[in-house]
């Protein structure tokens, strides 16, 4: 659930060992010790930023030796290691760790690590919730990295883009542009790390889905395309299973749902701009584009012109 309130702040800054172990316990419950290291002082930094389902972690042990023992994972946890080394168990497999490596623990696993000295950057979101995103609905995750290099090398863009998006202080994202960061997030887990996209295969549907699923799926977006929409919700307002929808779309528009939901919020931002309704950066953002050269592209592509030359023209192109 993408929450529409302000999201939720958690930032702390502390040398006392048990107010560390408390900061990261509300990131995960575990067992800890903590140590610091030779020649150095001991400090954690933790900041952690919450919107509904979604959320983006900062934390940095500087000077520590932090083993810890979780007995389940609360969400999905994806991210990068920026600093220092880590080693970390599981009944998946194991994995050492240094700056710039990825890794993915999977919703429920327990887990053992051993930190030193390290940063962190991780997004969290909930099993169910990457699964209603993309009408997968036995989508699991195992324990692991990247499964390449140039996987490696995306994520690591993908993870310091979205954390540094979701963390600017005393800014509040509108409904929208969470929801482009959620799926954003879920999309690149599942290009990046082991899951059942990448080992099972993906059957058809049941039946062939006619045109008035496509009809309905297409009604349903116009009326609620300023709300958070997924692949399952809009299944079943069109009254079909997500794997029919994606297949609808497929056979009868050459699209997906989500393609054709973002042209939908384009052509709003487009009436906004033509009406003046703003700003070129605050209507993307409002429909749902938070990556201003991103919706430059789309828009030009759609119109054959700038927002911003439909912004100051007032006319249609």
């Known amino acids: 659930m993408i929450v529409t309130t302000p999201p939720q702040r958690v930032d702390v800054h502390t040398q006392d060992r048990d107010?560390?172990?408390?900061?990261?316990?509300?990131?995960?419950?575990?067992e800890a010790r903590i140590d610091a290291l030779a020649g150095h002082d001991l400090s954690l930094t933790f900041h952690s930023v919450s919107y509904g389902d979604l959320s983006a972690l900062r934390l940095r042990m500087s000077g520590v030796h932090y083993t810890a023992t979780a007995a389940t994972m609360p969400a999905v946890f994806a991210g990068i290691y920026t600093d220092g080394l880590?080693?970390?168990r599981t009944s998946q497999g194991e994995q050492s760790l240094g700056p710039q490596d990825g890794l993915l623990y999977p919703e429920g696993l327990p887990s053992t690590a051993d930190f030193r000295d390290t940063g962190q950057q991780f997004l969290v979101v909930p099993r169910s919730v990457a699964a209603e995103l993309t009408g997968i609905t036995d989508l699991r995750f195992r324990f692991g990295g990247p499964v390449s290099e140039a996987k490696r090398r995306f994520w690591v863009r993908t993870v310091g883009y979205?954390?540094?998006?979701?963390?600017?202080p005393d800014l509040v994202h509108p409904p929208l542009v969470v929801e482009q960061f959620l799926r954003q997030a879920v999309a690149a887990m599942l290009i990046v790390f082991p899951n059942t996209t990448m080992t099972e295969a993906y059957p058809p549907g049941p039946g062939r889905a006619e045109p008035?699923?496509?009809?309905?799926?297409?009604?349903?977006?116009e009326t609620h395309a300023d709300q958070p929409l997924s692949v399952t919700r809009i299944a079943a307002a069109a009254g079909v299973g997500p794997r029919g929808l994606q297949e609808a779309f497929r056979r009868h528009r050459s699209s997906t749902p989500m393609a054709q939901l973002r042209r939908i919020r384009l052509d709003r931002a487009h009436r906004e701009l033509l009406a003046h309704d703003g700003t070129v950066e605050r209507i993307a953002r409002r429909w749902g584009f938070a990556d201003p050269g991103r919706f430059a592209g789309y828009y030009r592509e759609a119109y054959g012109r700038t927002p911003a030359q439909t912004l100051r023209s007032g006319t249609a192109p």
């Open 19 to 30: 107010d560390a172990v408390a900061a990261v316990n509300r990131i995960v419950a575990h």
């Open 212 to 221: 008035s699923v496509v009809r309905r799926a297409m009604e349903f977006m």
């Open 162 to 168: 979205l954390s540094e998006q979701l963390t600017i």
């Open 86 to 88: 880590a080693a970390i």
